[in-house]
T-cell receptor, first 117, second 112 residues
């Protein structure tokens, strides 16, 4: 199993450019999440999805958009890149069924390191 | 609101030393508590969990006990190895959304 796969691993953008961070999982998980991790900080939730067609905002959604057209894919879109969006982005998934612990992020991708210059 | 406070790092130990990483929390209701580990260049991995007071989570030699009276969930390991060098995150989830709140992480460096 591949688990959670994120692409690209690294990217440099200019201010004002747009891009999509890709995330796909092959575990048929209902819940998917996008987090950002800034140096010395914990993870901040950007958006999450509880199933295909359903998304919701997390703590820091401004400047980002998501869609969930299939169970497998959960892309994150940056429309107008700003230096404050320089960060490492992690996609995660969980089953979202049964005991409540299975609603927590259980599988993470290896991250996308994004720099905005 | 919910919050998690972890001890500042880095924590530097020699191989086979005893490890404690402190974690305290504030939460509404009865949270579930988690420890995640992040190895260099990788995403986080769920290490262990506890869902009610006095529960002990354990995995790979690591343990943590859910202490409601002190609102703590300290991570311990009796004998660390170089391969345990990583960043450790304490997290909790509470309320209807189940979305966890993460601490800032504590870096552990183990020397041979």
């Amino acid at each position: 199993n591949a688990g959670v796969t994120q692409t690209p691993k690294f990217r440099i953008l200019k201010i004002g450019q747009s891009m999509t961070l890709q995330c796909t999982q092959d575990m048929n998980h209902n819940y998917m999440y996008w987090y950002r991790q800034d140096p010395g900080m914990g993870l901040k939730l950007i958006y999450y999805s509880v199933g295909a067609g359903i998304t919701d905002k997390g703590e820091v959604p401004n400047g980002y958009n998501v869609s969930r057209s299939t169970t497998e894919d959960f892309p994150l879109r940056l429309e107008l890149a700003a230096p404050s969006q320089t960060s490492v982005y992690f996609c995660a998934s969980s089953t979202g069924a049964g005991d409540r612990v299975y609603y927590q992020p259980q599988h993470f991708g290896d991250g996308t390191r994004l720099s905005i210059l | 609101g919910n919050s998690v406070t972890q001890m500042e790092g880095p924590v530097t130990l020699s191989e086979e030393a005893f490890l404690t990483i402190n974690c305290t929390y504030t939460a509404t209701g009865y949270p579930s508590l988690f420890w995640y580990v992040q190895y260099p260049g990788e995403g986080l991995q769920l290490l262990l969990k506890a869902t009610k007071a006095d529960d002990k989570g354990s995995n790979k030699g690591f343990e943590a006990t859910y202490r409601k009276e002190t609102t703590s969930f300290h991570l311990e390991k009796g004998s660390v190895q170089v391969s345990d060098s990583a960043v450790y995150f304490c997290a909790l989830s509470a309320g209807g959304s189940y979305i966890p709140t993460f601490g800032r992480g504590t870096s552990l460096i183990v020397h041979p």
